[in-house]
């Protein structure tokens, strides 16, 4: 008989586990997959995972390896056993992320006008201005609905009781969303039945939701808004995810050179001739946006646009200058911003975080730094860091030379023990680390999709997730009550 | 659509077809082999004649042998006109316009690529049964044209589409018509022989055209050969009828009336189709059958570039502001 992948010598050590309570007793939520899996002989499960990995491929998301000539291609890394987020706990994230972006946004719209905040010394100026997703080109704008960040996706982590908080705040041109439709559209077809006993919420409607909220922000005009998404080009890591969701919205997918600014108006190149624009989803970065007002070098944007934005005849998701917000120094601060407009304390909490700027927490960071995690303020993709417990005395020193000779751009915290999940580990299961990313739309009103994207640090022990840095993912399961 | 995606559709089309023309005509030449006796290497000569590639055949190989000629054809990187790089570059334009083309069609031109890459890794596989590779590239390609016929909603891109499928499919045609014709004809001796018949049976075979042929006009005469593969109204890989079809995709994108034009796309087109449809085999014959492909040829080029600098180009759109 095939031999059973089974959770017998499953140890989930002395992390909070998202599939078992303790050893062999499986969570609520997750005991009509435990049953699934249990029922898979050894072979078929891996006859699954094979498939699924073969779907990827066929589909075509793939990222190219790097200096090999023959041109091989692969697959992100992606484990077939999902993870599971109950009703109750989903109804906490959703109110907190909902709190949180609504908060931010009034942030942004207060720096880039009266500054109140920074007036009131509730943000120091200097922490604002220093930050490189700072703009003073922005000053003033009055993007509609007075909405800036449209499209948002936060990074959540669990510590090893079991309580969340915010990791980052991804304000910018967050990435992964289509991996999140990706993952769910094979995990369908690896464990149907599983799937539609455990009640799972769709994920599916997101790109309706996307293209409801792009209207929405869309200058009148007399006919159906003519929407685009800017991409960098093929070239990019997320061209993917830029091409996929320009499909599954119907959006046209261009590159800066695809438009033209002409007559007021940003336009776009057709075989027709000129076409108006009045939506860019875009998924640049400011600085590329417009060599007339940011990086004169730029060749991916279209010069003129930020006029035509600061006279309302075109709208951008997100708009520029986001970035400001998170500033993983601003970050710090965030429990201040929420209760400073709204007078309420954040629903998911931060993780304590040490400013280097100020001279006590770069002292105290500089002694503790085989106990914290350091991080670089203007970086992401799991650059510019260094996990204290995992380090070298050689690589502390060295980091302690960066930090001293630029305090403001680095922060530090605690390092968190993450949840962990079962991955498929050659003829077993073992745990590893995980973080959670929801993505959040801010339109009319906020919407949080139910659901988001695991991210899974495949290596054994690892903490860091980035697929950068060999992380993979997983479907993640939101249930329904 | 933007200009540049219909770029990407038009080459992607062209670069699938001229990768499916390659397949047949070198799995129909390799079958024809099998049947003749003996050493033959002249059989492969004139397949990279059909290419127009025996300059840069010349100078990387010694022989126009099977095995070189095979290689050349298939699975070799620096030949941009080889199935791998035809692929390759269809896949390229593909990515660029993945958002418009049915993922089915994404998908089946990407599987594809992958068989093709693989086995130009391996191109011995390839050499001791092009049959089996060859057929892969051949019914994928049919897959593809019936995702396109069956799915794609009959819009612009499906116009740049076809347009690319079948201007690159009128230029195959004359080149293997031209190629094979003064190849066949000159050999007084097989006439009215067994090889004989097989060899222009092959010719049809290359343009998959041999049962359409048959039902038409039954015996294999090379005029009729000729009369077939250029005027034939009803056969969809005849010069006349791919051109008349690139015509009313043409006009259906612009709105204007056949007949007439407004730019210069319209015009070239419109000049070739008046001088295919208003011809009979023997005119041509008269002009000289080799005067008359080469002279498409170069047509078919012009008009070509006509096609970019109508709606490829990104620079002259500029004048013609257009409100939405």
Redesign the interface.
């Known amino acids: 008989m095939d031999s059973v992948l089974n959770f017998d010598s499953y140890d989930t050590g002395p992390f909070y586990d998202e599939m078992f309570l303790g050893p062999g007793k499986p969570r609520p939520g997750t005991r009509l997959l435990m049953e699934k899996l249990r029922s898979l002989s050894q072979h078929e499960l891996f006859a699954r995972q094979a498939a699924a990995e073969k779907a990827f491929f066929d589909m075509g998301i793939t990222f190219a390896v790097y200096g090999d000539e023959q041109g091989t291609e692969k697959i992100f890394p992606f484990d077939i056993v999902p993870r599971i987020i109950e009703s109750n706990e989903w109804k906490m994230l959703e109110k907190g992320l909902k709190q949180r972006i609504f908060a931010l946004n009034l942030f942004l719209n207060d720096i880039y006008h009266d500054q109140k905040i920074i007036k009131d010394k509730v943000v120091p100026k200097d922490i604002v201005e220093t930050s490189a997703g700072y703009f003073p080109e922005c000053h003033g704008l009055n993007p509609p609905l007075g909405v800036w960040s449209h499209i948002t996706g936060t990074d959540l982590v669990r510590d090893e009781h079991g309580a969340f908080y915010v990791l980052e705040d991804n304000l910018r041109s967050p990435s992964g969303v289509s991996y999140v439709l990706a993952n769910r559209q094979i995990l369908k077809r690896t464990f149907p039945l599983a799937f539609s006993a455990s009640r799972v919420r769709s994920v599916d409607n997101y790109p309706s939701m996307l293209l409801d909220m792009l209207y929405s922000i869309a200058p009148s005009t007399p006919n159906k808004p003519n929407v685009v998404l800017l991409t960098p080009g093929v070239f990019n890591s997320a061209y993917y995810e830029h091409s996929f969701l320009a499909q599954q919205t119907g959006i046209t997918l261009v590159e800066g050179a695809d438009l033209v600014v002409h007559e007021g108006y940003v336009h776009m190149r057709t075989t027709r001739g000129l076409f108006r624009v009045d939506v860019i989803y875009r998924r640049i970065g400011e600085d590329f946006l417009d060599p007339k007002v940011f990086r004169k070098d730029s060749l991916l944007g279209v010069p003129g646009i930020m006029e035509i934005y600061r006279q309302g005849r075109i709208a951008l998701a997100n708009a520029p200058g986001t970035g400001v917000a998170d500033d993983k120094a601003v970050y710090s601060y965030v429990p201040s911003i929420i209760k400073y407009y709204l007078d309420e304390d954040p629903i998911i909490p931060n993780i304590p975080t040490y400013i280097c700027r100020e001279k006590d927490h770069l002292d105290h960071v500089l002694k503790n730094l085989d106990k914290l995690v350091v991080k670089a303020a203007n970086e992401s993709g799991g650059y510019g860091m260094l996990v204290g417990p995992a380090s070298t005395k050689k690589e502390r020193d060295e980091f302690a030379e960066k930090i001293r000779s630029d305090p403001r751009n680095y922060i530090a915290q605690p390092t968190i023990a993450l949840s962990r999940c079962p991955v498929i580990v050659d003829d077993h299961f073992e745990g590893r680390h995980v973080d959670f990313r929801p993505y959040i739309l801010y339109g009319q009103d906020i919407q949080v999709i139910p659901g988001g994207l695991t991210r899974v640090a495949l290596k054994k022990g690892s903490l860091v997730v980035n697929s950068s840095q060999g992380g993979g993912s997983k479907d993640t399961w939101v249930l329904y009550e | 659509?933007?200009?540049?995606?219909?770029d990407s559709v038009y080459w992607m089309s062209r670069y699938l077809e001229r990768a499916g023309n390659i397949a047949r005509f070198l799995d129909v030449n390799w079958h024809l082999t099998l049947d003749v006796p003996g050493e033959y290497t002249e059989q492969w000569k004139p397949l990279v004649i059909t290419t127009g590639d025996q300059n840069d055949f010349k100078a990387r190989y010694a022989e126009e042998n099977e095995e070189n000629v095979i290689y050349f054809l298939t699975a070799d990187p620096n030949n941009p006109n080889s199935i791998l790089s035809c692929l390759?570059m269809a896949r390229?334009n593909a990515?660029?316009i993945?958002?418009?083309i049915p993922?089915e069609m994404?998908?089946s031109l990407?599987?594809l690529y992958?068989y093709v890459?693989d086995g130009c890794?391996r191109p011995k596989s390839i050499l001791s049964d092009p049959n089996v590779f060859c057929s892969e590239v051949k019914w994928r390609n049919l897959t593809i044209g019936g995702i396109a016929a069956e799915i794609m909603a009959n819009d612009?891109s499906w116009r740049f589409f076809s347009m690319g499928k079948l201007l690159e499919r009128a230029d195959k045609t004359s080149r293997i018509l031209d190629v094979k014709y003064y190849m066949l004809l000159p050999s007084l001796s097989h006439v009215g022989t067994t090889l004989d018949t097989v060899q222009w049976a092959a010719l049809l075979k290359a343009v998959s055209g041999f049962q359409a042929f048959r039902h038409t006009y039954g015996r294999i005469v090379p005029e009729l050969v000729a009369e077939f593969m250029i005027l034939d109204h009803d056969f969809p890989r005849s010069i006349l009828y791919c051109l008349t079809e690139a015509q009313h995709c043409l006009h259906d994108?612009t709105g204007t009336r056949i007949g007439y034009f407004t730019n210069p796309a319209e015009l070239q087109m419109g000049q070739i189709c008046a001088g295919l449809s208003y011809h009979t085999i023997e005119e041509i014959f008269e002009q000289g059958l080799h005067e008359f492909i080469d002279d498409l040829q170069i047509r078919i080029n012009v008009l070509g570039k006509a096609v970019f600098d109508t709606?490829?180009s990104?620079v002259p759109?500029?004048?013609?502001?257009?409100?939405?």
């Open positions: 659509m933007l200009s540049s995606d219909a390759r390229q990515i660029r993945r958002d418009i993922t994404w998908e990407n599987i992958h890459q890794k612009e994108i709606f490829f990104r759109a500029i004048e013609q502001t257009q409100d939405n």
